[in-house]
């Protein structure tokens, strides 16, 4: 199956789209489909309900196996939430509810090149998220209905079998990826885009890691360049974490080797992803990947995540 190539910002939020009282709205573009900065924005009423979808709309999502289906509430100045609480979810097929349980609601944190970034606060676009875990038990077209305010807001998810999905899976066996380090940065120009940074994440390769039989918190992102708006957030929040998980090895890889090579111009054809963006089937950025010392990926946690949800990742592989 071809691999799909990277999403651009202005695809990622045309595909992700808001969805309000269970009609889905396109993101906001000019006529030509660009981008108008909007992000988010809806033709809606500043009251209405509107959730968009935090995962990939590509052929990520496995039938038979817990999935991460997060979603996002986002801010259009109705006063909701206030009290961050659970929300109910219901899963269904055919109309049919396979699973219902409480999802908590969680804060969205966002970078500021210019500040410290010390103090959670809201995202500009998104007020809260919302990590659904749930298994879909069978290929084809669920309903997933979140009851937010007493309001009934309702979007597809598609499974696909796992034989059609390219994107490494949990349960499967990590590979003994060669990933650039400090001391061995080729081909990476920069090799860490994090705007404090370089990150402290670069000391070693993933193979270097597995082989030694450590577990390991594997981050693609790239906080510069990113599609999202989350790889700059998420791996901040693994830098924050890192030290209360002393047996987990942090690694942290850009999505690009070559952006200094084109100005930083992402939509260069001269471009270059990093390998392991293919050798694992990645279409989106950012994903941590959590592998345990039996070098078997445990779970993979794409997009936005925040401290609580990642400390309760890592525990489960220390």
């Known amino acids: 199956m071809p691999r799909q190539?990277?999403?651009?910002?202005r695809q990622f939020i045309r595909e992700a789209s808001l969805l309000t009282g269970g009609v889905v709205l396109l993101g906001s573009c000019t006529s030509s489909g660009e981008d108008t900065g909007a992000?988010?924005?809806?033709t809606n009423d500043?009251?209405?309900?509107?959730?968009?979808r935090l995962f990939s709309s590509d052929t990520v999502i496995a039938a038979g196996i817990e999935q991460r289906l997060p979603f996002g509430l986002v801010d259009n100045g109705a006063p909701l939430l206030e009290d961050g609480g659970p929300v109910p979810v219901r899963v269904l097929l055919d109309g049919q509810v396979i699973d219902e349980l409480d999802v908590?609601?969680?804060?969205?944190l966002h970078d500021h090149p210019d500040g410290d970034g010390s103090t959670p606060h809201e995202h500009a676009d998104i007020v809260r998220y919302f990590p659904l875990r749930t298994t879909l038990p069978e290929p084809g077209i669920f309903d997933v209905v979140a009851t937010i305010d007493g309001t009934e807001v309702s979007f597809p998810v598609q499974a696909f079998a796992v034989e059609d999905i390219d994107l490494i899976l949990p349960g499967e066996t990590f590979p003994l990826l060669e990933t650039p380090t400090t001391a061995a940065p080729a081909p990476m120009d920069p090799l860490c885009t994090l705007f404090d940074g370089p990150c402290p994440f670069h000391d070693r390769s993933v193979s270097e890691v597995l082989t030694a039989g450590e577990p390991m918190a594997f981050l693609i992102a790239t906080p510069a360049f990113c599609a999202?708006?989350?790889?700059?957030?998420v791996l901040e929040e693994?830098?924050?974490?890192?030290?209360?998980?002393p047996s987990i090895t942090p690694i942290h890889l850009e999505v690009y080797e070559n952006p200094s090579e084109v100005g930083g111009d992402i939509?260069?054809?001269d471009i270059r992803a990093v390998q392991a963006f293919a050798d694992l089937g990645l279409t989106f950025e950012?994903?941590?990947?959590?592998?345990?010392?039996?070098g078997v990926l445990a779970e993979r946690i794409d997009n936005v995540f925040d401290q609580s949800e990642l400390e309760l990742a890592l525990a489960r592989i220390a």
């Open 238 to 245: 693994l830098i924050a974490a890192a030290g209360k998980f």
């Open 104 to 108: 908590p609601s969680r804060l969205v």
């Open 5 to 9: 190539p990277i999403r651009t910002r």
């Open 286 to 294: 950012p994903a941590l990947f959590l592998v345990g010392r039996d």
């Open 267 to 269: 939509r260069s054809p």
């Open 228 to 233: 999202t708006s989350y790889c700059g957030p």
């Open 46 to 52: 500043a009251g209405a309900i509107e959730l968009v």
């Open 39 to 42: 992000g988010f924005q809806s």
